[in-house]
């Protein structure tokens, strides 16, 4: 007889009670894109494990999504056909359904009467809009598992942070106990459970496999895994000292996996603390990629405006709001910006740095989208200039990260007061003068426009 996981189990939460069919348990991916190390697909096959029932896993395809590019399309299909080949290996079904999963998901679900679904947390407002809706007409149960967070979401606060400084204890009381090994997915042996003939339904179950990079990086999870054991070994104990210098290549390069699921950060938190490397070589690594990263889903998960003006703290609101009017040197529009036509080089080679390479150095994204705050009209054309162009260019765009991320720099979300200055108020300033201290401005440009 089975039995149930509770490493797993306390990472999942019930959505919705209902009647439970006779097919298999379906696990509609979105977020966590990966057929390894993914507590969601784990939970699904424990329960139809559990049940003697078949297993399917679903995606939903839409034409448009948040502004995603053709870049980023082919980004994701060739990492979900290297994990439709890994399921394949474990006996595990998996179709593509090309239709809004809210009005695709109920209809197809009915069809093979599913036992359940479940599905991965994601704390962005569409996906959070589509399981609502979904709730309404799926007839079988619903489930979330956090794949996501180390410690999932809505269990390590159940209220938006003030900031890193509030989340982090909250974090380091639970993350020994969090932060375990996960469980390896299983041959399936219930099969598909479902009788009935696929080409009735609307999806399709082929994915061509490519090799082909897309901005310089192989997609899928095969080459995530591979790519975290690289940085780990090789410049993981150099991460502390060269994180914040853009000439370096001292950030992980991590995010577009981390990003599309390709990666779990649980499996990459694990081999960091691993290393052999002193603990002070590795926390500050943590500290990015799970105090960060997992503030960035508590901000998106508990405000709803974590994309505007209206979601910026209070001592924000007040400051950009009495520097509303103040006199802007430069203001430009959006195809300015795009083009990287303004009048500071190092802005234009940051822009050009990200429309080439999908990709911005993490200190330099700050620069850019304060910049950016300071050459428009208002705080509110900043915001959405600045999403656009990020959720645009970078491979990593529409992230949780990118919208705290912006809104720190723009909004001061998760920051304090600074002195006040024209434009910015009390929101903390930064500009070229200071780059130039952190690192070889001329070098970093003249590199970029040499690429
Ligand atoms: C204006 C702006 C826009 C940003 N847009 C995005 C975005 O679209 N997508 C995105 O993933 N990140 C975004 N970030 C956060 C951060 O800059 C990136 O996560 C990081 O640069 C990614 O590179 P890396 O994987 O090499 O990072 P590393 O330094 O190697 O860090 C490892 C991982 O830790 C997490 N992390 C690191 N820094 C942060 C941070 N400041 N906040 C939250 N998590 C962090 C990320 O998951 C990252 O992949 C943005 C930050 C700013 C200021």
Not at 203 to 216: F, M, S
Not at 405 to 415: K, L, P
Not at 438 to 444: A, I, L, N, R, T
Request: hydrophobic letters at 40%; aromatic letters at 10%; proline letters at 5%.
């Amino acid at each position: 007889m089975e039995r149930r996981n509770s490493d797993m189990e306390r990472r999942c939460r019930r959505l919705k009670n209902g009647r439970p069919g006779e097919g298999p348990v379906v696990y509609w991916v979105s977020r966590d894109q990966r057929a390894t190390d993914n507590w969601a697909l784990l939970w699904a096959q424990q329960e139809a494990i559990i049940q003697q029932k078949g297993l399917l896993v679903v995606f939903c395809l839409i034409p448009e999504y948040l502004g995603a590019t053709s870049v980023h399309y082919a980004f994701m299909l060739n990492g979900m056909a290297v994990m439709r080949e890994k399921l394949a290996e474990l006996q595990i079904p998996f179709v593509l359904l090309e239709e809004s999963p809210h009005e695709i998901l109920p209809r197809f679900l009915r069809q093979i009467d599913a036992h359940v679904l479940v599905t991965d947390f994601d704390p962005l407002r569409i996906k959070r809009q589509w399981k609502q809706q979904l709730l309404k007409d799926v007839v079988a149960p619903v489930y979330e598992v956090d794949a996501h967070n180390v410690i999932p979401a809505w269990l390590v606060s159940d209220k938006k942070e003030y900031a890193a400084y509030t989340l982090r204890p909250k974090i380091q009381r639970l993350l020994d106990d969090y932060l375990t090994e996960l469980p390896e997915l299983r041959v399936h042996p219930f099969g598909l459970g479902y009788s009935g003939d696929f080409s009735q339904l609307p999806c399709r179950t082929e994915l061509g496999i490519t090799q082909q990079k897309v901005l310089d990086l192989i997609a899928g999870e095969v080459a995530g895994l591979d790519a975290a054991q690289l940085f780990v070994n090789s410049r993981l104990a150099e991460y502390a000292e060269n994180r914040n210098n853009p000439c370096i290549d001292g950030q992980s390069g991590l995010s577009p996996y981390l990003h599309f699921g390709h990666l779990s950060p649980q499996r990459l938190a694990l081999l960091a603390s691993r290393s052999e490397l002193s603990g002070e070589k590795i926390e500050p690594f943590l500290e990015e990629l799970i105090v960060r990263r997992e503030l960035s889903d508590n901000f998106c998960l508990y405000e709803p405006q974590y994309d505007a003006f209206a979601g910026f703290p209070e001592w924000a609101q007040k400051t950009l709001n009495e520097h509303r009017n103040d006199p802007r040197e430069y203001v430009y529009s959006l195809q300015d910006l795009e083009a990287g036509e303004t009048h500071e080089q190092l802005w234009n080679a940051c822009q050009i740095d990200l429309v080439r390479h999908g990709k911005l150095h993490g200190y330099l994204r700050m620069y850019w989208a304060k910049k950016i705050l300071e050459w428009t009209s208002d705080p509110e054309t900043a915001m959405e200039y600045a999403i656009t162009l990020n959720d645009r260019y970078s491979l990593d765009g529409r992230d949780p990260n990118g919208y705290t991320g912006i809104a720190w720099s723009i909004g001061g979300v998760h920051d304090r007061a600074w002195r006040e200055r024209p434009v910015f108020g009390k929101i903390r300033y930064m500009n070229e003068a200071g780059c130039r201290r952190k690192f070889d401005v001329p070098g970093y440009i003249a590199s970029v426009l040499s690429k």
